[in-house]
């Protein structure tokens, strides 16, 4: 069974940084591209940002580019967001999510991924 669990989010103010981190189990993590994308309430879920498979390319939305850098240990098979600068148009529940050899051109499309994680809330207070 797979299972990618989000941790990391909290209460912060503007300017501050945080640190998310999703652990994945039961799939071969290093055949994933992996994503994160959020989703603030009455908002369609967005992308944010994405790394391959290997952790060579990555890619942002323009709203985080930075500030957010993601990254991936696939020895732990864990992918983490480090997000400075944080602003209260950052607050949303964060996912992550998992595309098997997803392809950076799809990277930014929810649909494209195989496995989403429960998310975690992310409130950037003024």
């Known amino acids: 069974q797979v299972q990618l669990v989000e941790s990391g989010g909290g209460l912060v103010q503007a300017g501050e940084s945080l640190r998310l981190s999703c652990a994945a189990n039961?799939?071969?993590?290093?055949?994933?591209?992996m994503s994160w994308f959020r989703q603030a309430p009455g908002k369609e879920r967005e992308f944010v940002a994405a790394i391959s498979v290997s952790g060579g390319s990555t890619n942002y939305a323009d709203s985080v580019k930075g500030r957010f850098t993601i990254s991936r240990d696939n020895a732990k098979n864990t992918v983490a967001l480090q997000m400075n600068s944080l602003k209260p148009e950052d607050t949303a529940v964060y996912y992550c999510?998992?595309?098997?050899?997803?392809?950076?051109?799809?990277?930014?499309?929810?649909?494209?991924?195989?496995?989403w994680g429960r998310g975690t809330q992310v409130t950037v207070s003024s």
């Open positions: 039961g799939l071969t993590f290093s055949a994933y591209a």
């Open positions: 999510a998992a595309g098997l050899l997803l392809q950076p051109t799809n990277w930014d499309t929810p649909s494209r991924y195989n496995y």
